[in-house]
């Protein structure tokens, strides 16, 4: 039942907003606990009997990165979500800025990206509650064999970036506002480059589509390793600098985050099922999933949902603290 649509099919419209979009408050209770433990009438599987019935039937419209889009993840664990509670989900892949922008405009009910400081702005405004952890991966910079910058196996990522600029080297960027391209500008930042000329290409597409043309153009650019894992068999670009995943520099770390729309803001947002959905997900069963799921034999996404010893920061933005928390 999984719909999963890129950014070129555009935002649908949410589905009867009058029947299918209920009042948080109707039973803001029950989603309070959605998939988790100590509600009471949990079943086997671990769904609330009553939180069942009530989302049935329903759409959850979330909006998440190309990067679980182009790697298949969310095909393959959806199905269990969608028959757990007869519901559907619509996922809309786009770069994590335009999941968040379209979460703010009201047309999503959930979101799952990868730029901390993106998801911290999007929190600050009150647009996004509740958000977890949910899982990583890295980001690598990949290119043509014949490296013709030299940057193969360097320990530093801004050092790679500034010898692909010294050399003015072809370098293909996404330019989409992307979690990735977030990545990116941030590197270049932190190099004490600002990239530009004939040698730098903003294409402003999603990841899959990037690598594509880097590809052809005997071009660097900077990937999540899930994606180029994907597409490898299909390309000729290999990893140049690994990240943190195979002891390269922690700077490449790629996290992904998940939080739902605030219904005090959007009152169509459907929070019981956006709650349910991030219970299921962060579960230990999807994450178990998440965990399982491979591409070329080789692992995509890592699980961080379930801790002995969780990060409370998780839930609010960076260095957010209050008043009475220092009392």
Not at 2 to 24: H, L, M, P, Y
Not at 93 to 108: C, F, I, V
Request: glycine letters at 10%; one cysteine or more.
């Amino acid at each position: 039942m999984t719909k999963q649509r890129s950014a070129n099919d555009g935002i649908t419209s949410q589905v009867s907003e009058t029947a299918s979009r209920r009042s948080f408050l109707k039973l803001g209770s029950v989603a309070a606990v959605t998939a988790l433990a100590g509600c009471s009438g949990i079943t086997a599987s671990g769904q609330s009997e009553d939180e069942g019935a009530a989302v049935s039937g329903e759409t959850l419209t979330l909006t998440t990165t190309t990067s679980t889009y182009d790697t298949g993840l969310l095909d393959a664990i959806h199905p269990d979500f969608e028959e757990m509670y007869g519901v559907t989900v619509d996922a809309v892949a786009q770069g994590t800025g335009a999941a968040l922008e379209s979460a703010r405009n009201g047309d999503s009910d959930v979101v799952m990206v990868h730029a901390r400081g993106l998801e911290d702005e999007f929190l600050r405004n009150g647009y996004g509650i509740n958000r977890r952890d949910l899982m990583f991966n890295d980001f690598v910079i990949v290119g043509p064999e014949s490296d013709p910058a030299g940057i193969q196996g360097a320990s530093s990522a801004t050092d790679a970036l500034t010898a692909i600029a010294e050399a003015e080297a072809p370098f293909v960027s996404r330019g989409d506002n992307s979690g990735t391209h977030t990545k990116e500008l941030n590197l270049w930042e932190a190099a004490g480059t600002e990239p530009g000329g004939d040698w730098y290409q903003e294409i402003g597409a999603g990841m899959g589509e990037a690598l594509n043309n880097a590809n052809q153009q005997g071009a660097y650019t900077l990937s999540d390793r899930g994606t180029f894992i994907s597409q490898r068999s299909e390309i000729d670009l290999v990893i140049l600098v690994q990240g943190p995943i195979e002891d390269g520099p922690e700077i490449l770390a790629n996290p992904y985050g998940i939080m739902a729309v605030n219904p005090g803001v959007h009152e169509n947002a459907n929070y019981d099922l956006a709650m349910a959905y991030i219970g299921w997900i962060t579960s230990p069963g999807a994450q178990d999933a998440i965990s399982d799921y491979t591409m070329n034999d080789e692992q995509l996404f890592f699980p961080e949902a379930v801790s002995e010893d969780p990060n409370f920061q998780q839930y609010v933005p960076e260095g957010w603290s209050s008043d009475s928390s220092e009392e």
